[in-house]
């Protein structure tokens, strides 16, 4: 079991490995750790070597010069020059609080970006403000909409973070798709089937093929098929790729450049500029007292904690499993896979760093 | 057939019956009406009479001073005073556009208001102003969030409008749950079974029973079951409810009160004032000019229609079907199916004014 903070700081020292400023490196390191405590493992420290990956191809910018190139009180298209996007979508953040601070509310575009880990993190940092965060992603296509044989959009996962009195906050952070790629990659090592209406084939057949995706099939959108609503979740990730990508000028659609694919590096972009991600902030006493709307949220979640449920299950509120995977995992550590761990070996070996295999 | 024209005159009287002012009749005409036109059936002048009702309870007021209680320059709460969802989410709607015209962006919250008509209606106000409209409401417990028993939310709808250049707008308007309860009503009336995915019964198991909502059981939110991701409707569900119930002051979760069934016009509204929603305008060009945003949208949208799709199939963009289906009623006029006829024919007697059985 790895410390969280033993895993962050070999994290900040491979991104100053590559150039990060100390800052930089710390707030990135901070945003991909998270992800693992949370029980989002897909998102953290397995996709550290992906991120240097992208600066070895000459994607991703050390030394980014984040700016605003269009603002207007409330609004405003960020530019992120490239950089990590573990910094650029907190850095948007952080103007979209300030506008909110001075006029109710603050909505950022940005452009020019790459991943920028779990879409939860930067919707929280409105939180301790009293404000509710809002964050979208663009990302590389997998996804086929409804009666749809070509991937169009990716999972772009959108996020809503809501202040609390009492109770811990509300999080919702989910993908616009039926599962994330990532419960797909974990089939495939075990060499297991998937549920149907999970993915379609080649021919925009349901099936139950792990592989499904890299053989001419796509991911399905939340809803999995027509009868059960996936025209929603192709809207709803419609909704995240435009506000994301076509409202900054980033790519969109089709158009969206892959993270890090072996074989996808030296990538088209040819109606935009890099990933484009959608960030919000809304101060709650724009609205109502601070006290009296959180003192309400305490309420509902209390009445939806208390909701009768099935046997052995009950209702969650969103945001509970990972707030208590991370108080766990900050006691006990966080378990790495074997190929993680020799993934951050290797970065190690290169940049002259230790890295602990356990 | 009846002509759109014919069926907001006589929508417009029987407001004005009630004691609506003209321009509040004529704008809940249009309203209604213009969901008859878009083939949302289930939200239009079949309702008329479920209004009618509203008021005759004293749960309706015709003549409401709907007015902002609370604000900065980009949020306001604005106080429905118990008026015609109809009426009332188009004034705060237009409160938000005059809000983004300043400072780029404007977000209503409302309560004390009723059922509000189509989401799409009030969202595409933002359109020919070159500005992105949100609207979102929550309404009366029928879905059972994801292990739930309980009914907790309503079928919470979020539309979205998009402006474009050359091609028609995108407007995705859409339902929380898998499927909208006007479907099941469809089903009950043939006496024919629902699909699985829709429905729960009153142990928390699938069914295919068309009537198990009536008899303990539950809508299900987008996605059916978890392994589908039903958390993620669930999530979205509660988004809607939050931003629209407790930002506002209106009821939330189990305490929205129903629109206007029969047997449930007594509520006991324990947390807040009415039913809420949320509206919101956002101007292009606080983010890039409108034009180049304009232009990428037609880009968006013609590379989805280009999709290849599965045989007898087309990819279809948000608002597509509803579009079409308006073009073609403006023709042809809007068929009413006999029990809204007798509705209406009922409303006519009561109020002295001409209907025409067709």
Redesign the interface.
Known sequence: MYQADYLQRFTEDVFKSIGCPDDQAALAAEVLVSADLRGIDSHGIARLAGYVRLYDHGRLNPTPNIQVV????????VDGDRGLGLVVAPKAMQIAIEKAEK???G?I?VRNSNHFGIAGYHAMMALEKDM?GWTMTNAAPLVT??????K?LGTNPLA?A?PTQDEPA?V?D??????AYGKFEILQRKGLPA?L??AQDA??EPTTDSNAVKSGGGLLP???DR???S??????G??V???SG????AN???WVPPFATAGFMAVQER??QGTGHFLGA???D???PAD??KS??D??IR??RK????EG????I?GDPERETEALRRQEGIDLLPPVVQSLSELAQRFGLEFEVQ
Request: aromatic fraction near 12%; proline fraction near 6%; glycine fraction near 12%.
């Open positions: 269009h603002e207007t009180p409330s609004t405003a298209v006029v109710g509310s909505w575009s509710i909409p409804t009666f749809s044989l070509d169009m809503v809501v509300f919702a989910f993908a616009s798709t039926a599962v549920p209406g999970w021919n925009g939340l809803g999995s009868e059960h609503g025209h929603k979740g192709y809207g709803l419609a909704i790729d435009i506000l076509v409202l900054s000028g969109y659609g089709p109606v935009g809304m101060r709650v724009g609205f109502r009296e709307f309400h949220m309420n509902w009445a939806f909701a009768r449920a099935v299950k009950q209702v969650l969103p």
